[in-house]
């Protein structure tokens, strides 16, 4: 039985879902062709005999413009809090300031730490360059630049801060691996950037190696992310999972997926401790909404991880099976649709007809997948707890906001020298300029002027404070400060370029 539904109307889906032992599942329609392949999605799933009892809310464009910032609607966050399972369709985020990114609140709101986007290719049925890509990307989903802390320092220099914490890089590479184990991968190759970004990036590979070791059934290896993504555009074949800090996760799953055969197809899973969010990865397409037009295969796949994340694996194989069967029969919505290779080209609803007329067929030329009804779920990872290291305060970044040169801002800084503190260097835009520039380097309205405790001496924040102090006197405008910390003994902060 199939449901005729309007979009955004969910009130059927209610009364065919539920049941004894259904499992509650938040539901959101979304924007722009969000509505149908929602619909096409939820038709197939029942179809499937999915027992799941849906709880509607409401999000997106129409929460935006109702006034609240997030674009989700206040008592919406009860249902996923109750429910802890979010089948979203995209939405569309209105343009113009003040709106937040709905998915990153909903993700860091939930603790969803875990974005897992599988990137398969489906050749020779759907065209692409790679028909042996098999490809996990594991995106960590809550920190990074995505922190979301922006500031405009000076009239010409803006930040954005990029936050990675110890237990973040934990809980994805462990998760990562933990994934390889259970879906019979061989190996997890991370991505970063730690020769530039020693700290951050730096902690992320760190950490990554600590957990590997962990796995020693498990192949691991480490690539810069520039030759790294490369080679995953070039050669995807090489690589099976793939764990990355936030950016480059977000970039380069979307290439993943398009290389794969088309955005329009690839699920994502975010996953936390406590609650878990399916949707597909592409947005809410407007210029197709209501034209029956859409692929529902990304938000489909996305249903089929939903299925086996709440334990109905015998619901998510049917559906998978029947969705392969008909791709490979060449039934194809007009994104994936190639002369030589479709038979047919199908809009949204036809599509989704299509599936379920297969449902207990499995494809003849793809690989049919088989899902484990016994298989425990693993548990998803926590950060383990270790002693904190000895944190001892060396020095002060002082940051500036001036238009002197370089030897005239040293004089003025030297100025809140103490007995304790004295200036060691300063930089603009991170290279050093003083002592001992470059004539040829660029200089911006922003430096960063480092003060180090004397050899031998102590400091501590009343140093701070006198220094700041010193620095109001002779008109400095300083705009914010970073203290500089050993940990262990160990430096807690990047050098100069130049030092
Ligand atoms: P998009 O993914 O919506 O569309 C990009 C291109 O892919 C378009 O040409 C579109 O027609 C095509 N496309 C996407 N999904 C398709 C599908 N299922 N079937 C057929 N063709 C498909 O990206 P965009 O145009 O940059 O963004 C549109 C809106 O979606 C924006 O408001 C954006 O903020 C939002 N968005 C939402 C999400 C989400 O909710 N998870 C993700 C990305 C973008």
Redesign the pocket.
């Given at each position: 039985m199939t449901v005729q539904l309007k979009p955004g109307d969910s009130a059927e889906f209610q009364a065919l879902s539920g049941g004894k032992d259904a499992t509650p599942v938040t539901v959101a329609f979304?924007?722009?062709?969000?509505p149908e392949?929602m619909k096409a999605s939820l038709n197939i799933l029942i179809a499937a005999g999915a027992k799941i009892s849906i709880e509607p809310i409401e999000i997106?464009e129409k929460a935006y413009l109702a006034g609240n910032t997030a674009g989700i609607e206040p008592s919406a966050w009860d249902s996923l809090r109750r429910t802890k399972v979010f089948y979203?369709?995209?939405?569309?985020?209105?343009?113009g300031g003040g709106f937040k990114?709905?998915?990153v609140t909903v993700r860091k709101s939930l603790g969803l730490f875990a974005n897992v986007r599988p990137c398969t290719a489906y050749a020779p049925f759907v065209a692409t360059k790679h028909p042996g890509m098999d490809v996990v990307v594991v995106r960590e989903n809550e920190e990074d630049l995505y922190a979301g802390i922006e500031h405009r320092q000076t009239d010409d220099v803006y930040q954005c801060l990029k936050l990675i914490s110890r237990p973040g890089c934990e809980k994805i590479a462990r998760y990562a691996f933990e994934y390889a184990k259970a879906q019979d991968r061989k190996k997890v190759t991370c991505f970063t950037k730690d020769n530039i970004m020693k700290l951050t990036d730096g902690l992320f590979h760190k950490v990554f190696d600590e957990v590997a070791a962990e796995y020693p059934e498990i192949e691991n290896e480490h690539w810069i992310v520039d030759i790294g993504a490369a080679k995953l555009a070039d050669t995807p074949e090489a690589f099976d999972v793939v764990v990355m800090p936030n950016l480059y996760g977000d970039v380069l799953s979307d290439v993943a997926a398009q290389i794969a055969g088309?955005?329009?197809l690839a699920p994502s899973a975010n996953i936390g401790e406590h609650c878990a969010m399916f949707?597909?990865?592409?947005?809410?397409?407007?210029?197709?909404a209501g034209q029956d037009?859409?692929?529902?295969?990304?938000?489909l796949l996305a249903g089929v991880m939903m299925m086996n994340h709440i334990g109905q694996s015998d619901v998510a194989e049917k559906v998978h099976n029947a969705w392969l069967k008909a791709i490979e029969d060449g039934l194809h919505?007009?994104?994936i649709f190639d002369a030589e290779t479709s038979k047919q080209k199908l809009g949204t609803a036809a599509f989704a007809e299509a599936v379920i007329d297969r449902l207990g067929q499995k494809p003849a030329q793809l690989q049919p997948v088989t899902y484990n009804a016994e298989a425990k779920p693993f548990e998803v990872p926590r950060p383990t707890s270790r002693p904190a290291a000895k944190k001892e305060l060396v020095g002060i970044d002082v940051f500036v906001d001036s238009t002197k040169s370089a030897e005239a801002l040293a004089a003025d800084m030297q100025h809140a020298e103490s007995p304790l503190v004295e200036l060691a260097m300063i930089t603009n835009r991170g290279v050093k300029v003083w002592p001992g520039g470059l004539p040829e380097t660029f200089c911006t309205n922003h430096w960063r002027c480092r003060f180090m405790a004397k050899p031998n001496k102590q400091m501590n924040k009343a140093t701070i404070v006198e220094l700041l102090s010193n620095l109001t006197k002779v008109g400095v405008d300083f705009i914010k400060t970073e203290q500089l910390f050993t940990f262990d003994g160990e430096i807690g902060y990047s050098l100069g370029q130049g030092q």
């Open positions: 979304g924007d722009g062709i969000g392949i997106g979203k369709a995209p939405i569309t985020t209105p343009q990114s709905l998915n088309s955005v329009g949707e597909a990865i592409h947005g809410s397409a407007p210029r197709r037009m859409a692929n529902p295969s990304g938000l919505t007009y994104d």
